[in-house]
Nanobody
Framework: QVRLVESGGGSVQAGGSLRLSCASSERTASINTMGWYRQAPGKQREFVARISSSGNTNYADSVKGRFTISRDNAKNTVYLQMNSLKPEDTAVYYC??????????WGQGTQVTVSA
């Protein structure tokens, strides 16, 4: 069973920054992609960013230019650097890992709150 441990959430004022981390118990060689999703109250979970094993990245239009996803393969960890945060970024952020076998795993989520 793969474990994903997220950290780095918190409360910040608009315009501020946070860095989320997601540490995986899975071996890097078995990972296809890792990414971040978020879910605001009363809304569906939505895609934020993903990074492939080769380092290719994708972002939701709403975060392009503000968020940066990266990974440290030696630590089996993916990061989400969030800058210029807006109140609409408030949500629970979830880490997602997809194995080469296409099996998916989710973290427990970390709360990000951005006040105006």
């Amino acid at each position: 069973q793969v474990r994903l441990v997220e950290s780095g959430g918190g409360s910040v004022q608009a315009g501020g920054s946070l860095r989320l981390s997601c540490a995986s118990s899975e071996r890097t060689a078995s990972i296809n992609t890792m990414g971040w999703y978020r879910q605001a109250p009363g809304k569906q979970r939505e895609f934020v960013a993903r990074i492939s094993s080769s380092g290719n990245t994708n972002y939701a239009d709403s975060v392009k230019g503000r968020f940066t996803i990266s990974r440290d393969n030696a630590k089996n960890t993916v990061y989400l650097q969030m800058n210029s945060l807006k109140p609409e970024d408030t949500a629970v952020y979830y880490c997602k890992l997809v194995r080469l076998t296409a099996i998916e795993y989710w973290g427990q989520g970390t709360q990000v709150t951005v006040s105006a």
